[in-house]
């Protein structure tokens, strides 16, 4: 038993050591061939594009860690960043500006409410489940903008995605404390104990009392508000909200990132630094091949490449 | 039993359909209308053939749209210098794109919906570089267009191209091994390994189909426009979608090649009628809501789905 218990841990270091080093190496690729990558504005430039990653990896990693999956989570950053404008627009005003982070984040919790209720009620598959709101999501936010560009210029609500504190943008310290948060709950807490436990085998789990329902509902409904929190990130540092592009294509990047960074696509294990760790390979791969001129559509088809390979050495 | 009374039923709805926009709109049950709907709709019901056999193996593909916008690139490039040419080449870059997606599913054994994902992505991007980021025009004078838009004994060629698929399709589900044996696989792998199936190459060849047709359906997308880098978004869904309306099980098992037509007459028999609707002019429906209203009815038909197999096994 305890040759196993060491075993699965050189194992897990081994992953978990491995995206590191990958990391480590790209940033000394960077530093020795990039021209100024060492300045602040490169650091808050990947910092600032790889929040939203980050964040909506958090949910995503809880979710897969109960054995599931959300595909819907790009629809839900357009349907809570096509709100919050909408809201501030019609209440001016401190109640406004409070309401329209409050609510679409309400809303996209709402909806990941919605993607469990199929998923532990109907006993569809999360894949099948969740493909509902990525089709209709997108769309009802599109159809609420008539799929128009808003444009604004709100500087309560720009601090969301500009603003400072300490140096650094206000996200990244969400970012970060969102990380903490959720990574004490999974290690420290019961609630995280029951994750991955009804993520490792859900008759098992059930059988000893954890109520495995209930935790896959807010794990979905955990993974929507996130999400929505990025939506208005995303919509914050642009200053305009565009539904037909507003998290297109994040249910890849926060699956990837989820992956490459050892957490068992399966469920059972869930390793919320290693999503950290795997967005920011996810980002820098990007910023590297787009630093050294290699069109945005080859580093798409790399992204690919990396996001199998990723998946594929995990499983070894 | 049971199969049959859903496949009643999602066929009672396109009849009803049919009937509703007969009597509503005026030029609804023309030849035109009815010959431009299905010259329209073989691109969605070519990749929902491929689509119907990966669902029942268990497995899903989630790139046959950019998978399509790249067969429609490659066609389009290749027009002017000869359109037998530019049909070969364009299905043939759907074919290698689904090798890559079996190979990496079967050898790699990475999940299907990871692995097809991840060549959503590489598809779009080598359509996007092989476009230079723009539509490609296809040429006229190679008649590669006729491909798309031209008629054979009054009925367009599109429909005639379906049509032989159909049946091959059907054939191969319904009297040969390879029909059973996806059903196989889709019903339990590890049963269908153990009576000694070569699982891995069925599951292969499925993919590779699928490939095949959506890069077949590329090529009609730019016979009948042009090649389209950025197309493609959503058509994965259309496919997904008209196969759970035919009653396809999306765990696998259990599917037919007919109810998965009758899945796509009835999601394009929607849209068309959003269209007669918007034309009425009582009040416009933008086409946002297409996705809107596709989301709706695929979450109907796994409800409804869901329940029947609760009841089944209970």
Known sequence: MAKVMTRDRARQWLI????LLALALLVLFNLLFTESFLSLQTLNVNLTQVTTIVIV????TLVIATGGIDLSVGALMAIAGTLAPLIFQALPGGWGLAASVVLPIAVA??????????VTGFGIQPIVATLVLFIAGRGVAQVLTNGNLQSFDNPGFAVLGKGQFLGLPVQ????LVIVLVASWVLQRTVFGRFIVATGGNEKAA?????????????????CGALAGLAGLITVSINSSSDANQNGLGMELDAIAATAVGGTLLSGGRARIFGTLIGALIIQLM???LLAHGVPDAAAMVAKAAIIVLAVWLQKK | MMKNKELFGVSAVVVLLFLFGALRYENFFSAYNLLEFGRYNTMFALISIGMAFVIMTGGIDLSVGTVAALGSVVSALLSPHSALGAIVAGTLAGTACGLVNGLVITRMRIQPFIATLAMTLAAHGLALLLANNQAVSPSYETGFTEFGQGDWLGIPVPMWVLLVILVLAGVAHVYTAFGRHTLAIGGSEEAAKLMGLNVNHKLLLVYVLSGTLAGLAGVFLAAQGSGQPNEGMGWDLFAISAVVVGGTL??????SIAATMVGVVLLGLIFNLLNFENGL???TLSSYWQSVVRGVFLLIVVVIQARLLKKRTH
Do not use: E
Request: net charge positive.
């Open chain 2, 281 to 283: 002019g009582q009040f």
């Open chain 1, 109 to 118: 919790a709402a909806c990941g409410c919605f993607n469990g209720w199929l």
């Open chain 1, 286 to 288: 990007r910023y590297t």
């Open chain 1, 16 to 19: 978990q050591g491995g995206a």
């Open chain 1, 206 to 222: 059930r059988l000893t009392g954890i109520p495995a329902v209930r935790i896959k509902m807010l794990v979905y409904a955990l």
């Open chain 1, 172 to 175: 990244v310290w969400l970012m």
């Open chain 1, 57 to 60: 990896g958090v949910g995503m």
């Open chain 2, 250 to 255: 999306l765990s696998g098992g259990a599917g």
